[in-house]
């Protein structure tokens, strides 16, 4: 019989990885505090910074919305082996 090896924990560890990248988007990093603490007084330097924030906050919400459906996915993928796991192993009995 041939073994099929699942990598349910490497599919786990990229979820859970896939959530700390997301975190990050989700983080206060760009509000006002949040820009002057990360990137000191320069007026110059926040303006610049704050402009950007501005200009790709529609990449943000697409990246939001992408992260969220591979975290699905990947949570998909792990339900529906476990599932599978579960199934199959309560049709095997003892020595069969």
Known sequence: MTDISI?????ESARDNMRQVM???????????????????????????????????????????EGKSIIDALTKVLDTFTDTDNQVGGQLTAGS
């Not at 990598?7 to 599919?11: F, H, Q, V």
């Not at 206060?28 to 330097?45: E, F, N, P, Y």
């Not at 790709?56 to 919400?61: A, E, H, L, P, Q």
């Open 23 to 65: 975190d990050l988007f989700d983080s206060s990093a760009t509000s006002a505090a949040g820009l002057s603490a990360a990137l000191g007084g320069d007026r110059l330097v926040l303006g610049a910074a704050r402009d950007f924030d501005k200009r790709w906050s529609d990449g943000r919400t697409q990246l939001r919305n």
């Open 7 to 11: 990598p349910g924990d490497d599919i």
